[in-house]
């Protein structure tokens, strides 16, 4: 069975750093792409970054790049979102999810994690 | 950047048909997945590649395209198909999944 668990989340201040993790279980990691999408409360679906099943390939929305780094750690299944210079308007549930491809579609998905950006 | 555009929010009686737009230039050319989120749960695939459907995903769930239009089609609607609807695609001139803002589903 595909599971996704993602975990690091919390309250941190603007300006601030978080970690983001996604354990991966059920599939061969290294076969898929993986992506993050996030939800600000009440809103809708914004996609934030993905990486390739090899992990040579990764792209950003403009609003995470240059302050948000998409990893995988293949010895621990994982995948990460290292979220640096933090913003209010970046409070959100983050998901993770797996696409065959960086442009396929993203055929499952984690619970989510809350991540609240406030002073 | 590529912009996909949804109805905010669609109404349907029980037992009727539910058609959920998705607009985009030349949406035809892309591959459309539909994705239904239910409140306080994560999104679930219910339509790849414009017309597939998952293995698990109802039979009432149906998608199709046209040059600049995707809809997604719920048939025999229940109670239990509400919720909010969106549509992605993968935008290859920017590298970028691009999502819908979202349809809320409506079983009156």
């Known amino acids: 069975e595909v599971q996704l668990l993602e975990s690091g989340g919390g309250l941190v201040q603007p300006g601030g750093s978080l970690r983001l993790s996604c354990a991966a279980s059920?599939?061969?990691?290294?076969?898929?792409?993986m992506s993050w999408v996030r939800q600000a409360p009440g809103k809708g679906l914004e996609w934030v970054s993905v990486i390739s099943g090899s992990g040579t390939g990764t792209y950003y929305a403009d609003s995470a790049k240059g302050r948000f780094t998409i990893s995988r750690d293949y010895s621990k299944n994982t995948l990460y979102l290292q979220m640096n210079s933090l913003r209010v308007e970046d409070t959100a549930t983050y998901f993770c999810?797996?696409?065959?491809?960086?442009?396929?579609?993203?055929?499952?998905w984690g619970q989510g994690i809350l991540v609240t950006v406030s002073s | 950047s590529y912009v996909l555009t949804q109805s905010p929010s669609v109404s349907v009686a029980p037992g009727k048909t539910a058609r959920i737009s998705c607009g985009g230039n030349?949406?035809?050319?892309?591959?459309v997945h539909w994705y239904q989120q239910r409140p306080g749960q994560a999104p679930v695939l219910v339509i790849s590649y414009d017309t597939d459907r998952p293995s698990g995903v109802s039979e009432r769930f149906s998608g199709s395209i046209s040059a600049n239009t995707a809809t997604l089609t719920i048939s025999r609607v229940e109670v239990g198909d509400e919720a909010d609807y969106y549509c992605q695609v993968w935008d290859s001139s920017s590298d970028h999944v691009v999502f819908g803002g979202g349809t809320k589903l409506t079983v009156l």
């Open positions: 059920g599939f061969t990691f290294l076969n898929y792409a």
């Open positions: 030349n949406i035809g050319s892309k591959s």
């Open positions: 999810a797996r696409a065959y491809s960086m442009s396929s579609e993203l055929d499952y």
